[in-house]
C-alpha cells in the first residue's frame, strides 16, 4: 500500500511539472498562450514616435516585439531595411536594458489570419532585475518606410515567442542580451 501511495504521489508531482512547462501550454493550449499581453496602434513611419508599455505577463518564457500591419501581402513580399526602433526597460528609475532593434528583415516576418507580423525584438519575462513595475519605452528613430501605405492601421504587440517544436524561440538571433 505504501509503495502505490508512493507512486501515486510521483505520478501527481509529475503531471503537475509537465502541466506547467511552456512546452506543454504552446502545445496543447497554443490560442491561450500564444495571446498578446500588449496590443495598441503605433505608427512606425513617423519619426520620434513614442509609447511606454507596462509589462504584465503569464508565463516565464521568451516575448517578441512586433509590428503587425492588416496585410496578408507584406509577409510574401521580398522587404529588408529601414526602420529602427530604441528600446529602453525600466523598472522603478531605473533602466535595466536598452539598445536599437533590429531591421526589419524578411526572415523575422509571419503570417496569421490575413495579419502580418514583423519580429523586431525578443526577450524574456520576468525580466532580470525587474519589479512589478516593468515598462518598455519605444521610440522610432529611424520610420519604416515600407509601411507608409498602412499609417493608422499599424498595431505594435508583445506575445509569447516560444516555440513548442523547437523548444526555444521563433526568433532566437533577435533575443537581448542582458
Request: charged share 20%.
Amino acid at each position: 500500500m505504501r509503495y502505490l501511495l508512493i507512486t501515486f504521489l510521483c505520478v501527481v508531482a509529475g503531471g503537475v511539472y509537465f502541466y506547467n512547462t511552456n512546452w506543454f501550454h504552446a502545445s496543447f493550449m497554443g490560442d491561450r498562450f500564444h495571446r498578446d499581453i500588449f496590443s495598441a496602434p503605433f505608427d512606425a513611419t513617423k519619426i520620434g514616435a513614442t509609447i511606454a508599455i507596462p509589462i504584465k505577463y503569464n508565463y516565464k518564457t521568451c516575448y517578441g516585439l512586433t509590428i503587425a500591419v492588416p496585410d496578408s501581402k507584406l509577409a510574401h513580399r521580398g522587404f529588408d531595411g529601414d526602420g529602427i526602433w530604441e528600446y529602453r526597460f525600466m523598472s522603478g528609475n531605473k533602466t535595466l536594458a536598452e539598445g536599437l532593434t533590429a531591421q526589419p528583415s524578411k526572415r523575422h516576418r509571419s503570417l496569421y489570419r490575413g495579419v502580418s507580423y514583423v519580429t523586431l525584438l525578443v526577450f524574456d519575462l520576468p525580466f532580470p532585475g525587474a519589479g512589478s513595475d516593468l515598462t518598455l519605452e519605444l521610440t522610432v528613430k529611424e520610420p519604416m518606410e515600407f509601411l507608409r501605405p498602412f499609417a493608422g492601421q499599424i498595431d505594435c504587440r508583445i506575445r509569447p515567442d516560444y516555440s513548442a517544436k523547437a523548444g526555444k524561440c521563433y526568433n532566437e538571433a533577435l533575443k537581448i542580451v542582458y
